[in-house]
């Protein structure tokens, strides 16, 4: 029992850890990390720290979590609209890489 709990903790530590190395150094991750600003980076640590309480994610509870942390900026008002619709689909693009991380 508890190697499983540290199996499953393992698991998804390295999930967190492929989405926010996807996130800085992917695809998109010159620009990124060019224009990552104090928001962006509490919003991804936001959906980080939501991602390592599950177990086992799946695609659909993933991009809830995305979607809740985003309504969540919007309501603050301090984000512009399409920043923030931006981040989102980087974030749910991001599956893939927490998908081969789990």
């Given at each position: 029992m508890k190697t499983e709990t540290i199996i499953e903790a393992?698991?998804?530590?390295?999930?967190v850890a492929a989405l926010g190395a996807y996130l800085l150094y992917g695809k998109h991750?010159?620009?990124?990390?060019?224009?990552?600003s104090g928001?962006?980076?509490r919003m991804k640590g936001e959906v980080?720290?939501?991602?390592?309480?599950?177990?086992d994610i799946?695609?659909?509870?993933?991009?809830?979590?995305?979607?809740e942390v985003t309504a969540?900026?919007?309501?603050l008002g301090k984000v512009g609209e399409d920043e923030l619709k931006h981040l989102a689909q980087e974030l749910k693009d991001a599956w893939?890489?927490?998908k081969q991380a789990a």
């Open positions: 393992g698991l998804g530590v390295a999930a991750g010159g620009s990124n990390r060019a224009k990552v928001w962006m980076l980080l720290e939501k991602v390592e309480e599950f177990k799946n695609k659909a509870e993933y991009n809830k979590i995305v979607d969540h900026y919007a309501k893939e890489h927490v």
